[in-house]
């Protein structure tokens, strides 16, 4: 039940938590290099993804990562490393070539090969303190408000990111299906315009992590505020764990009826 869970969460979460940095970077990849290729990308944010839960449930399971992760120091090297993303990405020129097919292939004027989209998955995700908030926030949430064994809550992290990267593949493969309305010149606009996009939430990165810093009315109000993911695991998780309650007690009726149906289907 518990990777059932993990599995249905993992697909909700990534479907309405995905715009970020990855995200933007995944669509482009896809784009530029094409499926086969831009899966290795996903492969690299989903092994970012084990490390950060990994590293969360083990060996900083005592440390107070809420404190750390808004720390100035580590969100300006966070959105420096993005803003470094953004700029390669902004700078990127490709050209135009065919196959077979008449289909057309953008390439960059430099190759990239599968370890480096790995590397570039791995760090874009990874580097990026919002995703290690983003995890911090639901195990937490399932230490605090669900009574789940360690093998369980290991079992339900198995499924959610194996969810997330099915669904990530699945986003490269709808992203490449555009590949064919590209020409040279707007898929360099493209690059622009995704790059800039990389940029932007860098300086929004380092920026948030000072005002958070600086004013204690948005640190209330943040430690006020129940995140939208845990609200969603727990209505998942209450309906499932109902609806399972429901099944056993139909199953238990059915094998043996209570005194009180009994009498109900005698005349009055």
């Known amino acids: 039940m518990e990777i059932l869970i993990g599995i ?3 697909v909700l979460l990534s479907l309405i938590f ?4 990855a995200f933007f970077s995944l669509i482009q990849n896809s784009i530029h290099h094409g499926y ?5 990308y996903a492969v690299g944010v989903s092994v970012s993804d084990i490390v950060v839960v990994s590293l969360i449930l083990t060996v900083l399971s005592n440390v107070n990562m809420n404190a750390l992760l808004h720390n100035i120091w580590v969100g300006s090297i966070g959105g420096l490393a993005i803003g470094i993303f953004g700029v390669r990405t902004f700078r990127c020129k490709t ?5 077979a097919g008449s289909r057309l292939r953008f390439q960059a004027e430099q190759a990239t090969s599968n370890w480096q989209l790995v590397l570039s998955g791995l760090l874009m995700n990874g580097l990026n303190p919002l995703i ?3 995890w911090v926030t639901i195990i937490t949430f399932l230490s605090a408000e669900m009574d789940l064994t360690r093998s369980a809550r290991y079992l339900f992290f198995c499924g959610m990111l194996l969810a997330s990267l099915a669904t990530d593949i699945a986003k490269c493969r709808l992203a490449a299906m555009m590949q064919t309305f590209f020409t040279a010149r707007r898929m360099n606009l493209f690059n622009k315009l995704m790059g800039g996009i990389l940029i932007a939430f860098a300086l929004y990165l380092v920026i948030s992590m000072v005002l958070y810093q600086t004013n204690p ?3 209330a109000k943040e430690g006020e505020k129940k995140p ?7 209505t998942l998780h209450n309906h499932m764990m109902r609806d399972t309650a429901k099944g056993t007690a139909s199953g238990q009726s059915a094998a043996l009826p ?3 149906s009994l009498t109900a289907e005698w005349p009055r």
């Open 8 to 10: 249905v969460c993992g």
């Open 18 to 21: 995905s715009v970020g940095p």
């Open 36 to 40: 086969k290729k831009a899966v290795w």
């Open 95 to 99: 050209r135009k070539e065919t196959r």
């Open 132 to 134: 290690w908030v983003y």
């Open 217 to 219: 009315r948005i640190r």
């Open 228 to 234: 939208q993911s845990t609200r969603i695991i727990q």
């Open 258 to 260: 209570s005194a009180d």
